[in-house]
């Protein structure tokens, strides 16, 4: 049997839902984002049956190719997935970066640099961007509170990177733990992205076409898209995944 979390899962959605709109607000700090109209109809969306409300928000802005910050759930049911991924232009080669939170109900925590080159050949790239993580990423592998979440899809699998942070916890302490990690996972990002060199121009129409191959090809085989289907019938459900994808 599944250890339950032991806290009030209202509390714990509240809690990670202010922690997501925090970072977003940093992002919107450092960058000026443009909301995009075709996501104007998700703000406020529901399930077939009404018990699952959410909402979902994409943006543009000078670096950034697509910024998504997106949540659903039910929080008297425990239930809940936040998002918030940012997908940079070709401009530099800085990992994009993700963060998923959630209530399964488990507090459920994700969080990851998306590579923009490959890493076993690519070993200064592996190094300056995956090394700095490998601390935190051990850290949490000795945390007796965690437990290691594994994907049951291999594409989701190889997708994640040797710095991700994606685990499973039923102990309320593990919430200030997952604050400070997801603050820290920013910062060091928007140091990188600060610090920069530019992509070489004659790169970066490779770089993009790449990213976005990659962008659409981790959204449309999430094994999760078929448990939307049956919250949120087909055709929502294709609306949110080709507003993650970033096709209109």
């Keep these: 049997m599944r250890e339950q979390l032991n806290i009030n899962g209202v509390s714990v959605f509240n809690d990670l839902l202010s922690l997501m709109s925090q970072l977003q607000q940093q992002l919107e700090t450092r960058f000026i984002l443009h909301p995009d109209s075709s996501t104007k109809d998700l703000q406020t969306y529901s399930s077939l049956d009404g018990n699952i409300t959410g909402s979902l928000q994409a943006y543009t802005g000078d670096g950034i ?19 918030l991924t940012v997908w940079l232009n070709a401009s530099s080669l800085v990992p994009h970066l993700t ?8 507090v459920f925590l994700y969080i990851d640099y998306i590579p923009r080159m490959e890493l076993l050949t690519n070993l200064d790239y ?40 994606c685990y499973t916890s039923a102990s309320p302490e593990v919430l200030e733990v997952i604050c400070t990690v997801a603050k820290d996972s920013l910062n060091r990002w928007l140091t990188w992205v600060d ?32 448990i939307a289907v049956k919250m949120f019938g087909k055709e929502l459900t294709e609306k949110l995944v080709r507003s993650l994808c970033g096709s209109k």
């Design 99 to 106: 963060f998923e939170f959630g209530l399964i109900p488990q």
């Design 126 to 165: 592996l190094q300056k961007y995956y090394q700095p993580v490998n601390s935190t990423f051990l850290q949490l592998q000795d945390d007796s509170r965690f437990t290691l979440f594994i994907s049951k899809s291999a594409y989701m699998r190889a997708f994640q990177s040797p710095g991700s942070l």
């Design 195 to 226: 610090t920069a060199e530019p992509t070489p121009e004659n790169g970066r129409l490779a770089l993009a076409e790449r990213d976005l191959f990659i962008r659409r090809s981790c959204i449309e085989n999430d094994p999760d898209n078929e």
């Design 65 to 83: 190719d697509w910024l998504t910050h997106s949540w659903l759930g039910n929080a008297q049911k425990s239930f809940a997935v936040m998002r």
